[in-house]
């Protein structure tokens, strides 16, 4: 598993986790409890993130302008580059939500091109 934290302009927090391994899921529970999220939904989480139902998850919290994004192992690089973009766009959503930014043009697309450029730098490694 890896935990690749950055920062959207010192302003956004974003905590990714690629191929996430359950049995230290802990880890990442206590960083979306850190968002005000409750045990009984973060154990949704895990329930439906393991059972391999879903490929990805993302959280966002307004109030602690952070977001944490979980993979689960990708079935081909494709498929992983999918989930990223997918996931990039719900990252992109709260933070244009946030700074009430409009959702078309320019701001929304090179905000989606940098989380997708950032998300993407660690696959080397996986």
């Not at 986790?17 to 409890?33: C, S, W």
């Not at 154990?43 to 307004?62: C, D, Q």
């Not at 689960?72 to 992983?80: E, F, G, R, V």
Request: aromatic fraction near 12%.
């Amino acid at each position: 598993m890896i935990k690749k934290i950055f920062n959207i302009d010192n302003k956004w927090k974003v905590i990714v986790y690629y191929n996430i391994d359950y049995n230290l899921f802990e880890y990442i529970a206590d960083d979306i409890r850190n968002l005000g999220v409750s045990d009984k939904s973060i154990y949704r989480i895990y329930k439906m993130m393991s059972s391999g139902r879903a490929k990805a998850v993302t959280i966002s919290s307004l109030v602690k302008k952070c977001s944490i994004v979980g993979f689960n192992h990708a079935k081909s690089d494709y498929d992983l580059i999918n989930s990223i973009a997918h996931e990039a766009v719900h990252v992109m959503e709260a933070i244009l939500n946030y700074y009430k930014v409009d959702i078309t043009g320019e701001p929304p697309a090179y905000t989606i091109g940098h989380l997708v450029q950032i998300m993407m730098q660690p696959l080397a490694l996986i």
